[in-house]
């Protein structure tokens, strides 16, 4: 079959921002306003961080600034998988904090629990589904990977189900399957854009002042206060707290240890009743493979199939442009490859085809810090797996804000920093060869070359 065709009408854009219940925009910031807490940035991070602070204190003055729309940059693209992992899978929080794992594991799924209890307690309709992950091996290299992740988790106190091929495929039929391995509840699924839709609608319900289209320009410290400049305004704040991803920072320091990756994904019309049963997945799992260059797909509520991953394309100098959220050549090897995994549902056609860009750290998961005497907190990095990790990211800058000693506080990996990226032009090289070195890595049975291993030693090794 020629592929391309399944692209010819596909939207360049994101399905769930184009969703019918996106809501108005709320106006912008106009004159000077003063609160007890600003939060800059309207995605999930900032959304997390007003709300948690309501509920915490409910006297507190609390403005959120978005730049554009809520939800309108990472937390409306994504892939819709929402993760109990705070350290981007068990194989990095192994690597890098062994010795506080079970409690970052711990601390992770009471995370997710939270979100699910929030969404029950104020109604907000994510289309949430806590049907777990399924991690599939479509090589006999990865096998090995699926044995030893099995392995930590169980030490870990967790149950993950390890499958054979016919196994795996008795849950979703592709014959690229070798194996699987299935966490049945560390993963739910969510209509990302809803997600942040109706955060923003229960923080204004808890009397926080959500302001659209109101960029922040500029950050002073004046008698005490924090000062945020934007286009028709400004606040004054006593605490701020920064959830504003890969975007250009309010903080300088944040520039070395953040590059915007772009990943791209697509998304089907409903499959058909007789092309589902042709697949199974009645237990509608999320799915991720164990190449370095990794797809993940999941179902929708509609039973539409979001395919996305392979690519993730760095741009020389830290580049964000809206053009960069299009790129054809990735669409079509992401149809490709979605044929091959799933050749019975000839014919489907892609109705979606988009991008988005990823905050990305060196560490591969979050970090934290705070500047102005502690008057402002900032958390970043989330690397791709962020949906659920925002709300404890949040949770920790609220700690850092009061001056508290938590047991989120006290942890290695939010007293740590990931290491900084060089400046350009070595940035872009280093960045390219990894890419490169890792393609080859899929292409010859896993095995990582001199570069990749050097990677690894210092903490650096990653994939897609």
Excluded at 70 to 90: E, I, K, P, Y
Excluded at 323 to 335: C, F, K, M, N, Q
Excluded at 369 to 374: D, E, F, L
Excluded at 432 to 453: C, H, K, V, Y
Aim: hydrophobic share 40%; charged share 25%.
């Amino acid at each position: 079959m020629n592929v391309l065709r399944a692209l010819a009408d596909a939207e360049p854009t994101s399905p769930w921002l184009a969703d019918p219940a996106r809501p108005e925009p709320a106006a912008a910031l106009v004159g000077p306003v003063a609160c007890d807490l600003a939060v800059v940035g309207g995605g999930y991070t900032g959304l997390w961080t007003a709300l948690l602070a309501k509920e915490r204190d409910p006297s507190l003055d609390v403005v959120v600034l978005e730049a554009d729309r809520v939800g309108g940059a990472a937390s409306g693209r994504n892939g819709g998988f929402c993760s109990a992992s705070l350290t981007h899978g068990l194989g990095n929080g192994l690597e890098r904090w062994p010795g506080e794992l079970a409690t970052l594991e711990r601390l992770g799924r009471e995370n997710l629990d939270g979100i699910e209890q929030t969404l029950a307690r104020y109604g907000i309709d994510a289309e949430f589904e806590r049907t777990g992950e399924l991690d599939v091996a479509t090589a006999p290299w990865q096998l090995d990977g699926l044995v030893e992740s099995a392995d930590a988790a169980r030490r870990l106190g967790q149950d993950p189900v390890l499958l054979d091929a016919d196994e795996v495929r008795a849950e979703v039929d592709s014959p690229t399957y070798v194996g699987g391995l299935w966490d049945k509840d560390g993963t739910a699924m969510v209509h990302p854009a809803k997600l942040a839709w109706g955060l923003a609608d229960t923080c204004r319900s808890l009397g926080v002042r959500v302001f659209e289209r109101t960029p922040v320009r500029s950050l002073a410290d004046r008698a005490g206060r924090l000062r945020l400049g934007t286009a028709y305004g400004s606040v004054s704040a006593a605490k701020v707290a920064l959830g504003t991803g890969v975007f250009p920072p309010l903080l300088k320091r944040l520039k070395h240890f953040l590059v915007p990756v772009y990943d791209y994904a697509l998304m089907t019309e409903p499959l058909s009743d007789a092309q589902l049963a042709s697949i199974g997945w009645r237990n509608r799992q999320g799915v991720g493979d164990g190449g370095n260059q990794f797809h993940y797909y999941r179902l929708t509520a509609d039973n539409r199939i979001l395919w996305g991953g392979y690519d993730a394309i760095y741009h020389y100098g830290n580049g964000l442009r809206s053009e960069l959220e299009r790129r054809p050549e990735t669409y079509a090897t992401l149809a490709r490859h979605f044929f091959a995994t799933f050749p019975q549902v000839e014919g489907l056609r892609f109705t979606h085809a988009w991008g988005g860009v990823i905050d990305t750290c060196s560490r591969f998961c979050a970090f934290y810090g705070t500047a102005h005497r502690g008057r402002l907190a900032y958390a970043a990095g989330y690397t791709g797996l962020g949906v659920g990790a925002t709300r404890f990211g949040a949770a920790v800058m609220l700690d850092l804000l009061a001056g508290e000693e938590t047991e989120r506080t006290r942890l290695d990996m939010v007293r740590s920093r990931p290491i900084p990226f060089p400046p350009e032009p070595l940035r872009y090289g280093v960045i390219e060869l990894t890419r490169r070195s890792i393609a080859r890595a899929d292409r010859n049975g896993g095995r990582r070359d001199l570069w990749l291993r050097t990677l690894d030693r210092f903490g650096l090794g990653f994939d897609s």
